[in-house]
């Protein structure tokens, strides 16, 4: 019994200083990887959080400021994950686990998702780009992978656009590759203006320049319209019509609310003139016999 008390007691005290060893030694490294972990995350958050502020701070628009926290919040997310992937591994390593087989099948399980979720990774990856860019923002009106509508949200995964209908379209982003945004900075409304081939063109010109400058003075438009018309003169000769094409250049969303309305002012203004606005004409040729004669029309009245 004494012998075996001896090795109980032997084996306990060489536990126990095995245990001492290694707290002083890989014990002592892991508490100090998770306390410099603890801290790096601190430190990634508020950095993170004075920088966004300072940035949003230097320019006074909402959705500039949406697109920047959304950003920062992504990168940050980023760093707290690389920092914890790196910790754990340290950890893992210390407590003597061989971390090669761990790497392996990370890969091979990344793999495996990376294949399944294509489509979502392409999806987040445009997406994140798109807001990156500041290729479009809520509120704007975009056409995007053959749909058009007012931009609701964006997500890195998602955009959702509400068309004049009402109906709601769900792009997603991996779809996108052409992004028109027609209500970015300033937006613009192209006119073309056909008149009867007899009106004098200049005349035609003052009468829109007349009616842009009313429109200009008046106090339900003057602040929707950024600069004065631009005549860009005679564009065409139609089959029936001469076309003027100007373009005027309005805040953002609001050049359709002023098309209009000039398009209103200019018909009653060509009217009071009697500036024709002609319809398509046709002209009949019956042809000619070998002696140069039109045979005669023969017009048929039906009695309904």
């Keep these: ?41 601190k ?15 230097q320019k006074d628009d909402v959705e500039f400021q949406k697109r920047t926290h959304t950003l920062g919040t992504i990168v940050r997310y980023i760093l707290i994950f690389a920092i ?4 754990s591994m340290t950890i893992l390593k210390e407590l003597g686990i061989n971390i090669g087989p761990v790497l392996t099948a990370a890969g091979i399980v990344g793999l495996a998702v990376g294949f399944g979720a294509q489509s979502l990774v392409k999806d987040v990856i445009s997406g994140f780009f798109m807001i990156l860019e500041d290729q479009i ?27 004049l209908a009402g109906n ?51 106090p ?3 602040n929707d319209i950024i600069e004065p018309i631009e005549i860009l003169g005679l564009d065409q ?22 098309g209009r309305e000039f398009n209103k002012r200019l018909k009653k203004r060509f009217d009071e003139l009697g500036i024709e606005i002609p319809f398509p004409h046709v002209t ?10 039109q045979p005669p029309i023969k017009i048929v009245k039906e009695d309904k």
């Design 137 to 163: 923002r809520v509120g704007d009106v975009v056409e995007i992978a053959g749909k058009s509508g007012f931009v609701e949200k964006i997500s890195l995964k998602t955009t959702v656009l509400r068309d």
């Design 220 to 222: 339900d438009f003057k």
């Design 237 to 258: 000769f139609a089959s029936s019509s001469i076309i003027i094409k100007a373009r005027t250049t309005t805040l953002p969303i609001k050049q359709w609310r002023v």
């Design 284 to 293: 009949l040729f019956m042809g000619t016999d070998k002696h140069g004669n």
């Design 168 to 218: 709601v379209h769900c792009v997603p982003n991996g779809l996108i590759q052409v992004v028109t945004n027609m209500t970015k900075e300033y937006s613009r409304y192209v006119f073309d203006i056909g008149v009867a081939y007899k009106e004098d063109v200049d005349r035609v010109i003052g009468v829109i320049k007349e009616i842009d400058e009313d429109m200009r003075n008046d």
């Design 84 to 87: 914890l992937s790196i910790s």
């Design 43 to 57: 430190l990634t958050k508020k950095i993170s959080e004075r920088f966004l502020n300072f940035i949003i701070r």
């Design 1 to 41: 019994m004494k012998i075996k008390e001896a090795m109980a007691i032997l084996n306990l005290e060489t536990l126990l200083q095995r245990t001492i060893e290694w707290l002083l030694t890989s014990g002592l490294r892991i508490i100090l990887i998770i306390l410099l972990s603890w801290l790096l995350l």
